[in-house]
C-alpha cells in the first residue's frame, strides 16, 4: 500500500498483494489469516487446509499426502506447488492473497519467486513472521482444538470454548488434528527446523521480511501486523 487508506473500506477496495506468513505449527498462522482476510478481503491459502480438504474428498493428491501428513513430515515440493498454482489462478487472488504454510522450502519459495514473475505481480511480495518461542508451541500445538463446521481455533489451555468440546459458534463437537499428536509434533518441528526456518534468511536478505512477536495476546500480534502492512514499513 503506497499512501495511507483512511478507513477499512478504503483497505477492502485496494489491492494488497502476495503476503505469507511465516512461522513455525502453531505459531497462529491461521488465527491471524482470519484476521487479515477480514481486514484486507483477501483470500486465505493455506496449504495445510488444502491439502486436508484433498485427503476428506479422497483426490489423487490427497491418497499420496495423507500418510505423509499424520506422520508429520512434508508432502513433496511438486505436489504442493501444483496445488497452489492452481488456486492463485482464481480470479478472487487478483488484489493479493495470504499464503499460510507456503513456501516451506527453498524449492517451494524459489518456485513462487518463478510463478510470480511470470505472473507479472507489480505489487511487492511481504513477508511476515510471527515468532514465537520453541517451548510454548508444544503446548500450542496438543492443546489446539478445531471446529469442522466453521473453522474456529481453540485451545484448551489458553483459548477454551465455553462448553468443553463445543463449539462456542454453533455448537459442533470440536476435532482434534491427527498431526497434533506428541510424535507426529516433534517430526513438524524438526521439519520447521530443518527445512523452513532458512527461508527467514532467504527473505530478510532480500529486505522483504518483518518480525512480530507472536508471544503476545492474538489481538496485539494482529495490530503488529496490520502496522507492518499499512506502515510501509516494507
Ligand atoms: P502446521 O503448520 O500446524 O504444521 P499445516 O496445517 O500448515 O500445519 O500443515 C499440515 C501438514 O500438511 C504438514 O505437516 C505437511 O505434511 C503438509 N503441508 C502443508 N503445507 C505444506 C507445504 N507447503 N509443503 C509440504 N507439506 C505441506
Not at 499420496?64 to 511438486?78: E, I, N, R, T
Not at 492452481?86 to 519467486?113: H, M, S
Not at 517451548?135 to 469442522?148: A, E, I, N, S, W
Not at 520447521?192 to 527473505?203: F, V
Request: charged share 25%.
Amino acid at each position: 500500500m503506497n499512501t495511507p487508506a483512511t478507513s477499512v473500506a478504503d483497505y477492502v477496495s485496494r489491492a494488497v498483494g502476495p503476503i505469507i506468513l511465516f512461522g513455525p505449527p502453531g505459531a497462529g498462522k491461521g488465527t491471524q489469516a482470519k484476521q487479515i482476510v477480514e481486514r484486507y478481503g483477501i483470500p486465505h491459502l493455506s496449504t495445510g487446509d488444502l491439502l486436508r480438504e484433498n485427503v476428506k474428498l479422497g483426490t489423487a493428491l490427497g491418497q499420496k499426502a495423507k500418510a505423509v501428513m499424520d506422520s508429520g513430515k512434508l508432502v513433496s515440493d511438486d505436489l504442493v506447488n501444483e496445488m497452489v498454482a492452481e488456486r492463485l489462478a482464481r480470479p478472487d487472488c487478483a488484489r493479493g492473497f495470504i499464503l499460510d504454510g507456503f513456501p516451506r522450502t527453498v524449492g517451494q519459495a524459489e518456485w513462487l519467486d518463478g510463478f510470480l514473475s511470470a505472473r507479472g505481480s507489480k505489487l511487492p511480495l511481504r513477508v511476515l513472521r510471527i515468532a514465537v518461542d520453541q517451548d510454548k508451541l508444544f503446548k500450542r500445538l496438543t492443546g489446539r482444538r478445531t471446529c469442522p463446521a466453521c473453522g474456529a481455533i481453540y485451545n484448551i489451555y489458553t483459548n477454551p470454548p465455553r462448553v468443553p468440546d463445543s463449539c462456542d459458534k454453533d455448537g459442533t463437537s470440536l476435532t482434534f488434528r491427527k498431526d497434533d499428536s506428541e510424535e507426529a509434533i516433534g517430526t513438524r518441528l524438526k521439519a520447521y527446523e530443518n527445512e523452513t526456518l532458512p527461508l527467514a534468511d532467504y527473505y530478510r536478505q532480500r529486505g522483504i521480511l518483518t518480525e512480530v512477536d507472536g508471544d503476545a495476546a492474538a489481538d496485539d500480534v494482529s495490530r503488529q501486523l496490520f502496522h507492518a502492512l499499512e506502515k510501509g514499513e516494507l
